[in-house]
């Protein structure tokens, strides 16, 4: 039996609003730790730094002259498919709603890159992260409502993505900023996924943090201050 596609291109018509938001997004945050290490001098690690800077790929022209927080999603393809993203396709930029729910997102993926590791496997992983919250905004399809929500289930698998991969290129196409929708990880959580660097602004003095991560094939950890999140990893076995 053949699967409805649950993309239908007349949604565009009725589909598609001005909306603006505001998102968090968790990067990890090891990069001056690692060159630290093989450095002695703070002229030497500027160095080190400026010649890891050469060496990647070019910002695109949509990131240029914008915050490096705003436009490394962009400048790489990562290997690994994303939900909105086919893997070795230029990246993308996801957020959340809520502190919490992008909490989540990454405590998935560390655990997603942990249990992928035969030799951190049954290790604790240690990291730390730079929340920081982003203004976003421009033309966007809202996967809660209708009439995407029809499909609700494709747009939330846990693992299986090419509806949503579909649907993102089939939004690039009719130059939609941006696209919202439910998170997989923590429900009922919201969250946001850029697809061009324009739609993604921070605003003097932007909120930021600093989470250590803790994890474990078990559970996923994560503290700032006196504010804590625990994710039992059996909701995504």
């Not at 992928?116 to 992260?129: E, F, I, V």
């Not at 900023?177 to 009922?188: G, L, M, N, Q, V």
Request: include cysteine.
């Amino acid at each position: 039996m053949t699967r409805r596609a649950p993309l239908h291109a007349d949604w565009f018509d009725s589909g598609v609003a001005p909306r603006d938001a505001a998102l968090w997004r968790g990067v990890e945050a090891q990069h001056l730790v690692a060159t630290m290490k093989l450095v002695d001098t703070a002229s030497e690690q500027h160095l080190l730094e400026d010649l890891l800077e050469a060496s990647k790929p070019a910002l695109p022209a949509q990131g240029a002259g914008r915050h490096y927080l705003i436009a490394t999603p962009f400048r790489y393809r990562p290997q690994h498919e994303s939900r909105f993203r086919p893997a070795g396709s230029p990246g993308l930029w996801y957020g959340a709603e809520m502190l919490e729910v992008a909490c989540a997102e990454v405590a998935y993926w560390k655990w997603r890159f942990l249990r992928d590791s035969d030799a951190l496997r049954h290790h604790a992983l240690h990291t730390q992260h730079t929340f920081f919250e982003a203004r976003i905004s421009g033309a966007c399809v809202d996967l809660t409502a209708p009439p995407w929500v029809a499909s609700a289930r494709a747009w939330t698998h846990p693992t299986r993505y090419a509806d949503c991969q579909a649907l993102a290129q089939a939004a690039r196409e009719r130059d939609v900023a941006w696209i919202r929708y439910s998170s997989a990880r923590s429900k009922p959580g919201v969250c946001g996924v850029a697809l061009t660097a324009q739609a993604l602004a921070l605003e003097p003095g932007f909120a930021q943090q600093t989470w250590s991560c803790k994890t474990t094939l078990a559970n996923v950890y994560l503290r700032h201050a006196q504010q804590s999140f625990s994710f039992d990893a059996a909701r995504w076995a």
